[in-house]
Every structure is written in C-alpha cells, then in structure tokens.
C-alpha cells in the first residue's frame, strides 16, 4: 500500500490544458415522464443514453468567459459506458416524477401546455421571455415544470435551462431539488458548463448537497473545454465533491484530473503540485491503483519547485517501486534536475548512467541537467563541452539548451564564447530570445561593457517584443555611464507606453540618475510620483535628495498621500467593467474590491495584466506589489476594498448582477472604447472588429450602440445569454480602430489579431482561417 500524501490540501491556482475521455461515476437519472398527445415523431421517449457533444466551439460569438456556453470536444460522452449500480456504492441522482398530460382535469390546461412544449424550442430568449410571461395567470409550477422536463426528453436543453430560469423569477416558484438536478445534468452532458455550474450553485444556496452524478459530469466538462481554461474551476468542484459532498469518485476522474495538471510544461504546472498531491492521497485513502503515470507525474512537479522537497521525492521512488513499476526516463530526467539544481555530481551522473542503459535516443533535457551540475560546481567548460557533445551525437539543440549554456557562460563572463553562442542561437531562427539577449546584457553590465550593451539592447527590440526588464536594464546602463538625457528619455519611453511601463526599481533608478546630475527638481518630480504609487524609495536616494533641497531651503516632508482614482484610471476601469470584471461587495466595511482576471494562454493578456498591474499599483495589497519580475504578476489579482469603487458598483451591479448605467453612453471616451476593445475585443486579419458586453437589456445595448462614432444602422450586434456581441465590420470597424488606436498599447493589436478570437472571453487562440469562418457564421447569425 502506497503511504499518504503529506500535502493533501488543495492548490488555490491551478491552469493546464488537457484532452480526455471519460467515464462517469453513477447510473443517469431516474425520470418518469409520460408521453405527450402531440406529434408522435417529436415526442417519441428514447433511451437513456447520452447526447452527441458538439466537436469544436461553435464561433466567436459561442465563446464566453462566465455566463456564456463551453462545447467541449468531439466524442467525449460517445461509446462509454456508465458505471453499474451494483458495481460501487454511487449515490444516484434524485428520481424526477412528472404526471402524465391526459391526467390533468382541464382540457384547455392540456391544450395549452401542448402548445407550449411544441411552439417554445423554436424560438430565442428574448420571444421566449414573452411567450412565458403572457402565460403567467394560468400557468403553475407543475405546468412550468411539465413544459422544462419536456424539453430535456427531446434534447432542447437551453430551452429547459430558460424556462427553469424564468419560473425561479415567479412568485409561485418552489425549489425543486429533481428538476434541477436533471437539468444540471443534461447541460453538463452537453458541455454547456457555464449554465451548468448555474444549476450547481443553484441547489448549494438551497443547502443542497448535489448528486454525484451532478459532481461527476460538471467536472468532466470542466475538463473538456479546450486548452484547459477551466482547470481551476474543475479543481474547485473535485475539492467540494469529496469535502463538501463526501463522495469517492472513480478511478478514472482521479487520473483524468491528475493528467490535467501534469500536461503543461514545467514551468507553467509546477504550481500545480499541491493539487496533484490532494489527488493522490485520495486514490491512496480510497485504495484506488495508482499508476505509473501518477508517480513519474508527482517526482517531475516536484522536481521543477523553487525550494525541491528531496525527501518527498525518495519516498515516491520507493513507493513507484514497491508498485512493481520500472523509473522511466522521465522519472530519471526529473531525478537529475532535482540533484543538479544542488550541484550533486555523483547523484545526476548516477541518473545519467541510468539513461544510458536504458535507451538510445538520449533526451535533450537530460543534456541541460548535467550542464547544470557543472556550472552549479564551477566548471563551466565542462557544460560548454556537454553542450557541443550534444551536436557531436546529432542530439537537436532545443531552446532550454540555448538558455542553459548562454546562461551558464555569461555569469561566468566568457564574453567570446557567450557572443559566438547567442549567434549561433539566432541564425537556428528558434524563437524566445529574449531570455538570452537579458543574460547577454547583464553580462555586459557587470563588466561595464556599456556600448556593447547598448548595441545588444538595439537587436533585442528589432527582434523581440520589448519588455519592462529589458528597458531597466539599458536605463540603469545610461545612468551608470551618466548620459542622463537619453536615459530620461528611456524612462519616458517606459512610462509612455503601456507594454512597458515603469516600477520601483525603474524610477529608483531614474532618481538616482537625477541627484548623481543635482537635477533635484526633477528628482523631487520622480519623488513625488513614486509616493504617490507607493513605490518604495531607497534610503541612501531619500538622504541625498534631502541635502540637496536643504541647500535651497526647501525640506522634504512624508506626505500623506490622497487616495483617488485618476482620470485614466476611472476610463480603464469602466472599459474592463463593460466587458465583465467582477467586483465584490465587503459588508463588514462597507467597501468595494475590484477582482481583475486575464487569460493565461493569451499572450495579448499577459501583457495587458502587467500594464494594468503597474497602472492600479497603489490600489494592490502590499502581497500584490512584492513582484519583482513581471512575469511572476499572477493572472487575477484584486485591489484593496476602498469607497471610490463603490460608485462603480453601484452603477455596474444590481443585486449582484451586471447591468448597464443609464449614463453609460456618455462615458464612452476614446480611452474607454480602447481598453474594452483590449479586454474583451478581438480584431480579425479581415480588420473586423468584435466587442463583447457584459450585461444590460435590449435596450441599454441599443443605447450603447447609438452612442458608438460609427453607423449603428450597419453594427451586427448577437444577443448570447447574459452577453452581447457587437460586429463592427468594413468602414465602421476602419472608424472604430481610428479612434481607439491611440490608446490601444504599442503591438497590442498584432498580438491580439493572430490570437484570432476573443481572448477577454476565454483565451482561446483559432488560426486566421477560423477566424475568419467565425465572423461568416456571425454575420450569417445576425442577418437571420
């Protein structure tokens, strides 16, 4: 027996990409539904099987972030086999009663509820709405709920959501634990996970437990949406299933769940460990096989964490052992760079003997390791002879292998070898070089190689997208070498432009520029911004500027800074709140909090997180600020609780749910259209524009509409659950973008068109092509 885990809480940030197939862990839900007198072809009751689940996401306009439906990938649910009743102790779902159509006593009741279940499929929310709403003197819950089990029979499971929807909104409305369940469950079968967590939390606040079934199906479909957008949240429902229901899920929801969190590279999954430790205690606890692939996939988390728990990784060897398993190369890969990163030669060469022995085609990353090893010992020559071994043996060098030995070679200060290296790694047209031009600069820095560093700072940018460090870098350079003019202008580059940006060290640097040319005006200047983002200023700055301004009889003061939204500020924030940003109410305080959330496996938003993490510094916690690399800024952060955001959620949310301001319309600045488009906006390679919007009704969207510097008459606007998508195409998409390029961040729009779709949404990143096949289907849609 395998021993238990010692991390067996849960990670609170988990992201991965995974593809699966799965089996569910209880029987389908009872129901009992007698047949219709109407079209006997329509009404026919089929078995319970499964629905085919759509292959791809439909379109631009079907993709959503919270409110909108996921379609998960093709063949998911087809061909497997539920679980049988006497094959563990699953807890079914509640069994769903429903009285036959000819038993209810009126005639005209009867005809009625007919018309109903034959007329409502075929319409859309908004008739739908009103056809309901006209029936509202007559009809009763059990007629209502009559109409909603009816459509889950002939497999219109939206239709069923909307009139669950619209009978919880009555007076008359009781909570029926039976219906939502089942409705929770056909959407999930269908993919459609958004609508189904709805129903999920739906039975929660009713202080219901739900069915495992309904834990079971959620999950998968978390699991299935593409690129593992929704790892977290299948996570947060895993947790709940076994804590907050104290159900044992199968064995193959386990290894599915696991494979999730394992299938990203190192760097990205190694945060994941904590999650993949809860899963793994729980297939011990639940004497469950645990298989190969969940122990080498535990050693290689372990094996990329900052501070490598070696203890733990020796208990899974021995455990992998006594299983009767063999330690694969991966197994062995993860064993070296555990004992390299340490500079244990004896221990990774051990492994690396292992390899040899083992297969012929020697893996690349086992090369990185040993390079490792002997540049943790201080032999760097022998890396660099490992590195060349590598082409001698015809081994393909990788871009980790690059990194490595430029890495390795630039703290060791070989400047010829470094250049000849970084050379050679451009002419291989591999990409991610920014990491080697920054090894590359800090090498020139340290040996005050000033003008060569200058030269590499020119290659980076004509080749890479520039970044916040690379620019610290060549500002710290001038102001080593004293050419305080074109380092004031790098530092106004850096705060011009939002892709960059400024921070604590860049204006620390950019003061001490300052007093090192007496300039103590303009470092009264840098001074007083850097209080105002509550940047920390270094003591030995702080004293000289001090002298300096006594010497004019002026004393610097701590000043008590005002906290206040600026300009900018108020516009970035309504443009993000128009697209879908969360905000929370803090009732002990009384006060505000802003939640900010951005895509992971968007490169567009992984910018727009660092811009938008330097522009709200002062409004962060001091746990949000301590990040001195940008790209250790986490994807969802939240500002503290404060009363100036109160005004925006007042206007932005009703009773916790997102609405338009009547106003809205005379807040559209140039600055906010720039910054929603950024969010939640997608420009395709055709040029067309598409925007989505969070919240309001018919007509707060028209307002906003009207209100847009383009020809509303010629907007396509797509109504999808709580959304709207607004089209701009041909001379209106030219005139939109005319107005928001000036705020638009520089390269932005680059970025954001290859990603091809709207990544404010869900990140997700199609190819021109499909791009372009999503804005036909949109327009086909609109035009209907």
Not at 228 to 243: D, H, K, V
Not at 312 to 341: N, P, Q, Y
Not at 380 to 391: R, W
Not at 588 to 608: K, Y
């Amino acid at each position: 027996m395998a021993s238990t885990s010692p991390y067996a809480a849960p990670s609170p940030s988990l992201r991965c990409t995974v593809a699966l197939s799965l089996h569910f862990s209880s029987p389908p839900p009872v129901l009992r539904l007698a047949g219709l007198k109407l079209s006997p072809g329509r009404l026919a009751v089929s078995p319970p099987g499964i629905p085919e689940v759509a292959s791809t996401i439909e379109s631009l306009v079907l993709d959503s972030d919270e409110d909108d439906e996921e379609e998960v990938d093709s063949g998911l649910f087809q061909g497997e086999e539920w679980a049988a009743a006497d094959e563990r102790d699953a807890v079914r779902s509640p069994e769903l009663e429903v009285p036959e159509l000819e038993e209810l006593p009126e005639q005209w009741r009867r005809s009625r509820i007919a018309w109903l279940c034959k007329e409502l499929p075929a319409y859309k929310h908004s008739t739908f709405t009103r056809i309901l709403n006209a029936q509202r003197k007559w009809l009763t819950q059990d007629d209502a709920t009559y109409v909603a089990v009816h459509c889950l029979r002939i497999r219109e499971n939206d239709a069923a959501f909307r009139v669950y929807s619209w009978m919880v909104r009555q007076h008359w409305f009781r909570f029926n634990f039976a219906l939502a369940t089942r409705v929770a469950d056909c959407l999930g079968r269908e993919g459609k996970v958004d609508k189904c967590r709805e129903m999920f939390e739906a039975m929660v606040k009713q202080g219901r437990v739900p069915a495992e079934f309904t834990f079971h199906i959620l999950i998968v479909a978390y699991l299935s949406v593409p690129k593992g957008r929704c790892l977290q949240e299948a996570c947060t429902i895993y947790n709940q299933m076994i804590q907050m229901g104290g159900y044992k899920p199968r064995l193959s929801l386990h290894n599915s769940l696991f494979r999730a969190l394992v299938s990203k590279t190192g760097g990205s999954a190694k945060y994941n460990v904590r999650q993949a430790e809860f899963v793994y205690h729980n297939l011990v606890t639940t004497n469950l096989d645990v298989q190969k692939d969940v122990y080498a996939g535990l050693i290689w988390l372990h094996s990329y964490q900052d501070v490598i728990d070696k203890v733990r990784i020796i208990a899974l060897r021995k455990e992998m052992k006594r299983a009767g398993f063999d330690e694969g190369i991966d197994v062995l890969v993860s064993v070296m760079r555990t004992f390299s990163k340490e500079g244990n030669v004896q221990e990774t060469e051990a492994a690396w003997n292992e390899i040899l022995q083992s297969c012929s085609d020697l893996p690349a990353q086992a090369y990185v390791c040993r390079m490792e090893v002997y540049a943790q010992t201080g032999e760097p020559m022998k890396s660099l002879d490992i590195f060349k071994e590598m082409k001698e043996k015809n081994i393909p060098s990788n871009v980790a292998s690059y990194h490595k030995i430029i890495e390795i070679m630039a703290k060791a200060r070989e400047v010829d070898i470094v250049e000849e290296l970084m050379n050679g790694f451009i002419k291989s047209h591999m990409k991610h070089l920014m990491p080697a031009f920054l090894h590359l600069m800090y090498m020139y820095m340290d040996l005050d190689m000033h003008e060569k560093l200058e030269l590499t700072f020119s290659k980076c940018i004509a080749r890479c997208r520039p970044n916040r460090i690379l620019y610290t870098i060549f500002l710290e350079s001038l102001v080593k070498v004293g050419n305080i003019e074109k380092a004031e202008e790098v530092f106004r580059e850096m705060h011009r432009n939002g892709m960059i940006g400024t921070n604590t060290k860049s204006c620390n640097i950019m003061l001490r520029g300052y007093l090192s040319a007496e300039d103590y005006q303009k470092a009264e200047k840098v001074y007083d911004v850097m209080s105002k983002k509550k940047y920390d200023v270094q003591a030995d700055s702080l004293e000289k500027l001090q002298s300096g301004l006594l010497l004019g009889k002026k004393v610097i003061k701590p000043k008590a800074v005002s906290m206040k939204l600026d300009q900018e500020q108020r516009e970035i924030l309504i443009g993000f709140l128009l697209g879908g940003t969360q905000m929370e109410y803090y009732e002990q305080r009384g006060l505000h909090v802003v939640h900010f959330q951005f895509q992971q496996d968007s490169n567009a938003h992984s910018v727009l997180r660092v811009h938008i993490h330097e522009r709200f510094f002062e409004w962060l916690p001091s746990t949000s600020r301590s990040f001195a690399d940008e790209s250790k800024i986490p994807y969802q952060f939240s500002t503290i609780p404060h009363k100036h955001f109160s005004f925006f959620a007042d206007q932005f949310f009703l009773k916790g749910r997102p609405v338009l301001p009547k106003l809205v319309h005379r807040w559209l600045s140039p600055r906010v259209l720039a910054y929603w488009f950024m969010f939640v906006g997608s420009k395709l390679p055709s040029g067309d524009i598409v925007l989505k919007l969070s919240g309001g009704n018919t007509e707060s969207v028209e307002r906003i509409v009207n209100s847009l510097p383009t020809q509303p008459l010629t907007i396509k606007v797509k109504r999808k659950g709580r959304f709207s998508w607004i089209g701009f195409q041909g001379s209106n998409a030219e005139s939109f973008w005319r107005i928001i390029e000036p705020h638009v961040l520089n390269n932005f729009a680059s970025s954001i068109t290859q990603e091809g779709s709207s990544i404010g949404s869900d990140g997700t990143q199609d190819t021109d092509t499909d791009s372009d096949d999503d804005m036909q289907r949109y327009d086909k849609e609109s035009d209907q």
